[in-house]
């Protein structure tokens, strides 16, 4: 199993990027899918995710924000942030995670300038 996040980067308060995770080795119907965030000094923390068909949840800090969105063929979790704040500047990671087994991605850096 693995997991690769792409699409951090630098990005202005107000701005959007879009972050995707490719999952190697996972059938994500089969999986709960979710993106977390870890800022520095501060623990990791839920933003996102799917669980097998049920609809996306999503955590209060970005719901009216943030968008998670699958695509089976590609077997990719894509997350979409929008109107991005300061504080939302973290190690963002992707995980999968079924029964007992839980796969983490190695993360890909978000910066917002203020």
């Known amino acids: 199993v693995r997991l690769l996040e792409s699409g951090g980067g630098l990005v202005q308060a107000g701005g959007s990027l879009r972050l995707s995770c490719i999952a190697s080795g996972v059938l994500h119907s089969q999986y709960t899918m979710s993106w977390y965030r870890q800022a520095p000094g501060k623990q990791r923390e839920f933003i996102a995710s799917f669980s097998g068909s049920d609809g996306p949840t999503y955590a209060d800090s970005v719901k009216d924000r943030f968008s998670i969105s699958r695509d089976y063929d590609k077997n990719t979790i894509d997350l979409q942030m929008n109107s991005l704040k300061p504080a939302d500047t973290a190690n963002y990671y992707c995980?999968?995670?079924?029964?007992?087994?839980?796969?983490w991605g190695q993360g890909t850096q978000v910066t917002v300038s203020s």
């Open positions: 995980k999968a995670e079924r029964w007992s087994n839980t796969y």
